[in-house]
């Protein structure tokens, strides 16, 4: 086995107290942080069993963008207001479990709708990336939708607005 | 066991706040970016845990979030000053080995040299010690593209290096 020469680069955490003043006005940002109650965004969690092809699949394919992967059973996405909170069940700590043992697992009927601009070149997009399509591009009411599965065979709802869609209007 | 209690944070703080803080600082060398990037990191654990997705507040896992907002701290650097200057890029690597002993100092200075990548993907390999293929995680990136940036990241810390040694 060769040493790499840059292994002298390697640096141990030694803990360093940074100055008073900011460790008080960080601490009292934290116990101040408004509850999950205020806060606007809509939030969704999907179980999956590959949490890196899952990220790729939704920030690749589906606009999502990476807020934070903190461990290897979790991330956070976004797509505009939406937030997204992909999680491997029964993983370290294995929050998600229930007390009698069931582990959550990805998959079933109810699922995101997410609106897109041009479906069937989503449809496409998708295609080429070889992803699973329960369904392909159908009318449905006010709406064209198209669902899918991501790597975990989680539905995902596409859907593009055509006439008669209704909106709620802003108030 | 996890928590997703924000609470539990606060009830570790104290504890924390030095390991976190002293592992940003002598990483990217500046007080006012490693407070930056302190508060940034402890605001993202606040908000995983009220998403109930933090799986065990502890100080290794808020190291790895510190982590994560390091490399996007110099990711942005990198978008930034990638407009200004394209340059930089010579890139003759002469396969000269490098000294038996290397000056400690000396090289944690010529890193703060080098671009936003490079200096991300040495300090997760080297600093902290990471595998190849989690670098390539950190860094959103193949391992063959994290290994060639590697390479490239390794020539021109020498180079900085070496115009160091020689001034």
Request: charge should be negative; include cysteine; aromatic fraction near 6%.
């Amino acid at each position: 086995m060769t040493t790499d020469p840059l292994d002298a680069l390697h640096l141990p955490l030694v803990p360093i107290e940074p100055r008073p003043e900011f460790a008080d006005a960080l601490l009292r940002r934290i116990e101040a942080r408004p509850g999950p109650l205020d806060r606007q965004a809509a939030t969704i969690r999907y179980f999956v069993a590959d949490l890196d092809a899952s990220v790729e699949f939704y920030c690749r394919l589906l606009d999502f963008e990476e807020e934070l992967r903190p461990s290897p059973v979790f991330a956070m996405l976004y797509r505009g207001d939406l937030r997204l909170l992909l999680s491997v069940p029964g993983g370290p700590g294995a929050v998600h479990t229930l007390p009698d043992g069931t582990v959550p697992q990805p998959g079933g009927w109810n699922r995101m709708t997410l609106q897109v601009a041009d479906l069937a070149s989503t449809a496409d997009s998708l295609r080429r990336h070889r992803v699973v399509f329960r369904h392909d591009v159908q009318a449905g009411v006010g709406v064209r939708t198209l669902l899918v599965e991501d790597p975990s065979g989680n539905p995902v709802e596409l859907i593009e607005p055509t006439a008669g869609y209704h909106e709620r209007s802003n108030r | 066991m996890g928590t997703s209690d924000p609470g539990a944070l606060v009830a570790v703080y104290r504890r924390a706040l030095p390991q976190v803080y002293g592992y940003l600082l002598p990483r990217c060398g500046s007080v006012v970016i490693a407070e930056d990037l302190t508060a940034e990191a402890f605001m993202a654990a606040v908000a995983a845990m009220q998403q109930g997705a933090a799986p065990e507040v502890d100080v290794p896992w808020l190291i790895g979030v510190a982590r994560h907002k390091l490399v996007d701290h110099w990711r942005r650097q990198e978008r930034d000053e990638r407009s200004r200057a394209l340059a930089r890029q010579d890139e003759q690597e002469l396969e000269d080995p490098w000294e038996e002993t290397l000056d400690r100092v000396a090289l944690h200075a010529a890193l703060a040299e080098l671009n936003g990548f490079q200096r991300a993907a040495l300090t997760l390999r080297y600093l902290d010690g990471l595998r190849v293929a989690e670098v390539a995680e950190h860094l959103g990136r193949s391992v063959r593209a994290t290994e060639t940036l590697l390479v490239r990241a390794k020539a021109a810390l020498r180079r900085a290096y070496r115009r160091s040694h020689d001034d």
